[in-house]
């Protein structure tokens, strides 16, 4: 069981992002934001956004938590908008 504080530091959300970050690059090799929709050229600035938003009660449902389908990646400026 995951506290939301912990959870983004959890082997499962990581490999996780790594998978999602495989599978979405385009035929040039880029990850795209999905916010502004440019590329995320530094490997430090791609987060992993959760369209449905995480809290204390949803972070053990892995329908949302380990979903990659409620999963953006964005650029970590795009993020904090």
Same mark, same amino acid.
């Given at each position: 069981m995951?506290?939301?504080s912990t959870f983004y530091q959890s082997?499962?959300? =990581?490999?996780?992002?790594?998978q999602i970050k495989l599978e979405r690059v385009n035929e040039n090799g880029d990850i795209i934001c999905q916010y502004c929709e440019k590329p995320i050229? =530094?490997?430090y600035d791609i987060i992993g956004h959760h369209k449905i938003h995480l809290t204390e009660e949803n972070v053990n449902d892995f329908s949302?938590?380990?979903n990659p389908e409620n999963v953006e990646l964005v650029h970590h400026r795009c993020h904090n908008y």
């Open positions: 995951y506290e939301l082997k499962e959300w =990581r490999r996780l992002l790594e050229t =530094r490997a949302i938590s380990l």
